[in-house]
């Protein structure tokens, strides 16, 4: 069990001295992947000329590009919400970047009201993500978002 308290401290802790947008992405990626368990992707994806394009993360290499239109983070961006996928091989439209992701969680990040990008977290294990999961991440997203709105947009 993850002790999202603590994680949002250490996100904090770590967004104090940060200097640019990609560097609260890289070290947010980088505590997630380290500190949960059954993880094998951590990451951001950033809207740029309508596809959701790869960021910072942690795992296998990943999906360069991502339609929004289809898969498990565009419905988060053109629903702006949170989506929690018990089995993503069951998911309409999935993109499977990599074949071992079985759970997902995508969480919407905004800037002034609107959504820019997503934080991406997937798992080999299915059903991987709670409610609580989703609370928790749902505040950490919130502190990774509110860090790299301090920032001019690459």
Not at 42 to 70: H, M, S, V
Request: aromatic letters at 8%.
């Amino acid at each position: 069990m993850t002790d999202y308290d603590l994680l949002c401290k250490q996100a904090e802790a770590l967004l104090d001295n940060a200097v640019w947008d990609i560097t609260v992405m890289a070290n947010i990626s980088s505590l997630l992947y380290n500190s949960m368990s059954d993880l094998n992707w951590a990451g951001f994806y950033l809207i740029k000329d309508e596809k959701l394009i790869l960021g910072p993360f942690q795992g296998k290499p990943a999906c360069t590009g991502i339609p929004i239109k289809e898969g498990v983070c565009a419905t988060a961006v053109l629903k702006d919400r949170i989506v929690r996928v018990e089995d993503v091989h069951k998911f309409p439209g999935h993109i499977a970047c990599d074949s071992a992701s079985a759970s997902e969680i995508v969480l919407p990040l905004r800037r002034n009201g609107k959504v820019f990008g997503v934080l991406d977290i997937d798992s080999p294990i299915e059903g991987r993500f709670s409610a609580e999961d989703e609370a928790g991440l749902e505040k950490l997203a919130k502190i990774a978002e509110d860090g790299i709105n301090r920032f001019t947009p690459i």
